[in-house]
């Protein structure tokens, strides 16, 4: 009985730490959520890694390269001495505020395309300083992203100076979400995009909440995506405030997975 006994510790210990390896292998030995994404732990975010594209901390000082934590895909800075910092939702944060008007301040090609039938999704936090007070103000580009005519917005799509919009355009669709963020006082929201087939259907989450949805009939881009962050491809339309944490994963995002990132635990 005793030498069954040390047969099944010893095979228990060995289970244990094949799973802990395991486990080491797909999150880099972090039990809870990797601070690479959240701020809080709340939970395994081994889900997390699985499709992700690229994900750029911006957790980092000025005039340091902006490299994302999956491939190493590098942001090239076009702003003479660099895009400031602010302080951002887990850290330092993009100062995208004020900048003079240029070809984009942070801008990569990759190689990431996508198709009219993929599934994708974009996650960033962003900064206003507070709702535009009436009427159509200018947009607030968060990035452009396939060709020029692709792209995130913030803005006030609806007029109504109520409260912020957001405009997703995807091939030759507009998808105009209205209402969806206060930033009332001035505040960091979190968004997360799910892209449906390529552009059928866009769903937008704040806070780790379900905000808005809409359909239509656009065709996402095939071809790789060039990146400009901060601004359009132009640096016509600059985003009036902060950028922090974006990443693409080449499929929708789950409701958990969105807590997550927003650093709200599962409720």
């Known amino acids: 009985m005793k030498l ?8 228990v210990t060995i289970f ?37 594209d690229f994900f750029w901390r911006f957790n980092e000082a000025q005039n340091v390269s ?25 850290g330092s944060a993009l100062n995208c505020a004020g900048q003079a008007s240029g ?7 990759h190689s990431h395309s996508k198709s009219a039938t993929d599934n994708y999704a974009f996650s960033f936090w962003a900064y206003l300083p507070n709702n535009v007070t009436g009427g159509c ?6 990035m452009n992203f396939g060709t020029a005519s692709d792209y995130i917005k913030l803005g006030d799509t609806d007029c109504a100076g109520d409260a912020s919009d957001i405009q997703v355009r ?26 449906i087939t390529g552009g059928t259907s866009v769903e937008v989450y704040v806070d780790g909440n379900f905000a808005s949805s809409t359909s239509g009939t656009g065709i996402a881009t095939n071809v790789g ?6 601004s359009d491809f ?22 958990n997975e969105i807590y997550e990132l927003a650093g709200n635990c599962n409720p």
């Open 66 to 90: 902006k490299v994302d934590i999956t491939n190493n895909l590098t942001l090239t800075d076009t702003v003479t001495g660099g895009v400031p910092i602010m302080s951002g939702p887990r």
């Open 16 to 52: 244990l730490f094949s799973s802990c390896n395991a486990l080491k292998v797909i999150t880099g030995g972090e039990t809870n959520v990797d601070p690479n994404f959240s701020v809080n732990s709340c939970g395994d975010s081994s889900s997390l890694y699985n499709g992700l």
């Open 234 to 255: 132009v640096g016509a339309q600059i985003h009036n405030g902060g950028l922090d944490s974006v990443g693409l994963w080449g499929r929708t995002l789950t409701q």
């Open 170 to 195: 995807i091939g030759a669709t507009d998808f105009n979400l209205v209402d969806v963020a206060d930033f009332t006082g001035g505040a960091w929201k979190h968004f997360v995009i799910n892209v």
């Open 225 to 230: 995506f060039s990146f400009n962050l901060c």
């Open 4 to 11: 069954k006994k040390s047969m099944l510790l010893a095979f």
């Open 103 to 109: 070809s984009g301040f942070l801008s990569a090609t």
């Open 137 to 142: 103000t200018g947009y607030n580009t968060i």
